[in-house]
Nanobody, 115 residues
Framework: VQLQASGGGLVQAGGSLRLSCAAP???????????LGWYRQAPGKQRELIAT???????SYADSVKGRFTISRDNSRKKVYLQMNSLEPEDSAVYYC???????WGQGTLVTVSS
């Protein structure tokens, strides 16, 4: 399973971005029951799980993004989103979406937050 993330870019500290992730056709028939997650990997650091959303739309967040990021899903469009507000330079990373626990990694999207 390779979900493809998009929507990254360069933003100033305090700004917002919305990331999107589309499911490949191979999993659209099983998308709805999946727990989905957003992960990120900053330079020199390990990839970390920052947000998840279950099939029942129960969400969880890493402490580092809690209160600033919001994960959501659209089962009809087979997409998952990450709304990122109050961005900080420490949020700069490549962001990926995947199932939880993660399968094969797809293409991530780069987020750069300038101070």
């Amino acid at each position: 399973v390779q979900l493809q993330a998009s929507g990254g870019g360069l933003v100033q500290a305090g700004g917002s971005l919305r990331l999107s992730c589309a499911a490949p056709r191979s999993i659209t028939s099983v998308f709805n029951p999946l727990t989905l997650g957003w992960y990120r990997q900053a330079p020199g650091k390990q990839r970390e799980l920052i947000a998840t959303i279950s099939s029942a739309r129960i969400t969880s967040y890493a402490d580092s993004v809690k209160g600033r990021f919001t994960i959501s899903r659209d089962n009809s469009r087979k997409k998952v989103y990450l709304q990122m507000n109050s961005l900080e330079p420490e949020d700069s990373a490549v962001y990926y979406c995947n199932v939880d626990p993660p399968g094969q990694w797809g293409q991530g999207t780069l987020v750069t937050v300038s101070s």
